[in-house]
Each structure stands twice: as structure tokens, then as C-alpha cells.
Antibody
Framework: QLQLQESGPGLVQPSETLSLTCTVSGGSIRSTSYYWGWIRQPPGKGLEWIGSIYYSGSTNFNPSLKSRVTISVDTSKNHFSLKLSSVTAADTAVYYC????????????WGQGTLVIVSS | QSALTQPPSASGSPGQSVTISCTGSSSDVGGYNYVSWYQQHPGKAPKLIISEVTQRPSGVPDRFSGSKSGNTASLTVSGLQAEDEADYYCSSYAGSNNLIFGGGTKLTVL
């Protein structure tokens, strides 16, 4: 059974870089049918797609965040990572990782999510 | 790109049916059959319940169904049960390798 787990600091200083990792278990990140995505949800608000990566390193990003986002993949560790630079309080959110069927654009399964607070 | 438009709230009594709408444009919902729906209980991660407008993943009760007409997609929950009380989000492919979500609808079972 495929499972995803986010990890990383829960508190980030304003103007710094947010860094999270998603570890995939129960399956290979080298799947030819899927991308691997990041989605976030500010407290009490809706979902926002951040971006997705294929095991080869090919990426797609939300245009509104593209200038600040880096997503990378490490197939040897079966994990992929998110970096979001120059964060502000508006980046405070629960960050989810999920498997992304990019050809038909759905996410399943999702990790449990991790809350990242941007504050000094 | 703006989020897809969903009603903030919806409600129904046990056993009734309720439909939640998701309105976009010809550039997203109306242009592609790649609308998905997610159910999210408080404090939990979203769960995929409908993909590609009408497809129900294995394990999702057939009380959940999806449809689309023009630029509006809909999720119908039939035979409402207490455990259906949750937030529901739609998403759609929006062209150019972009994807957008709806603002979410809080479903209350009265």
C-alpha cells in the first residue's frame, strides 16, 4: 500500500527558504505513470497546487509560485523535496505531498500533511 | 488564474441527495474532462472520490457521483450519511500543465 510522509521544519523565519521532503513507501518513485506533487492549504482556507515532478526530474509549477519554487527528486532515497524561497506569513500552511496522475490530473494518495508556520 | 467557484456551504438530511457545483471557464472545467473531487474531514488529508469528471476510485461508495455540463462540474451525494459531513474540493486541469482547485464547500448533514 503506497504511503507518503512529509518531513521538515515546522517554523521558518520570514524571508528564509522553506524546505520539505516527502518520503514514498510501499512503491517506487520511479513509476512511469505518475508525477509526485506538492499542495498546500493555509489555515481555514482552500487547497493550492504548488508543483509536481516526474522521477526523471521533469517539473510543472503553479505559475503564481513558479519564481520561488524548486522541486527535486532523489530516486535512490525514494523521496522528493520542495523548496520555497523568500517566504512570508502568507506561506503559512499545511503542506501535503501526493502522487499525481498528471495525464488526467488527480492526486491519490496524499500524505498526512505538515504545518509550516512562517514567523520570527 | 482564479480558483474554481464552489458554494461555501451545502446541507441535507440523512437519506437525501445534495449536489455541489464547481464553476470555471472554457479554459479549465469546460475545456477538459479532467475534473476531480476530494473529500476532506477536519484535521485530515484530502481523499480522492471522483476523477475525470465521473470516475469513482475503488472503495468509494457509489453514493458519490460526478457530472459536467459546459463550464460547471457537479458532485452529487445520494443517500446522505452522517460520515459524509466534510469539506469537498473540486480541481481541474487548466491548460499549459497547470491545475487549479475550487474554494471548497462545507457539507453539513442535518
Amino acid at each position: 500500500q503506497l504511503q507518503l510522509q512529509e518531513s521538515g521544519p515546522g517554523l521558518v523565519q520570514p524571508s528564509e527558504t522553506l524546505s520539505l521532503t516527502c518520503t514514498v513507501s510501499g512503491g517506487s518513485i520511479r513509476s512511469t505513470s505518475y508525477y509526485w506533487g506538492w499542495i498546500r492549504q493555509p489555515p481555514g482556507k482552500g487547497l493550492e497546487w504548488i508543483g509536481s515532478i516526474y522521477y526523471s526530474g521533469s517539473t510543472n509549477f503553479n505559475p503564481s509560485l513558479k519564481s520561488r519554487v524548486t522541486i527535486s527528486v532523489d530516486t535512490s532515497k525514494n523521496h522528493f523535496s520542495l523548496k520555497l524561497s523568500s517566504v512570508t506569513a502568507a506561506d503559512t500552511a499545511v503542506y501535503y505531498c501526493a502522487r499525481h496522475k498528471a495525464t488526467t490530473d488527480w492526486f491519490d494518495p496524499w500524505g498526512q500533511g505538515t504545518l509550516v508556520i512562517v514567523s520570527s | 488564474q482564479s480558483a474554481l467557484t464552489q458554494p461555501p456551504s451545502a446541507s441535507g438530511s440523512p437519506g437525501q441527495s445534495v449536489t455541489i457545483s464547481c464553476t470555471g471557464s472554457s479554459s479549465d472545467v469546460g475545456g477538459y474532462n479532467y475534473v476531480s473531487w476530494y473529500q476532506q474531514h477536519p484535521g485530515k488529508a484530502p481523499k480522492l472520490i471522483i476523477s475525470e469528471v465521473t470516475q469513482r476510485p475503488s472503495g468509494v461508495p457509489d453514493r458519490f457521483s460526478g457530472s459536467k455540463s459546459g463550464n460547471t462540474a457537479s458532485l452529487t451525494v445520494s443517500g446522505l450519511q452522517a460520515e459524509d459531513e466534510a469539506d469537498y474540493y473540486c480541481s481541474s486541469y487548466a491548460g499549459s500543465n497547470n491545475l487549479i482547485f475550487g474554494g471548497g464547500t462545507k457539507l453539513t448533514v442535518l
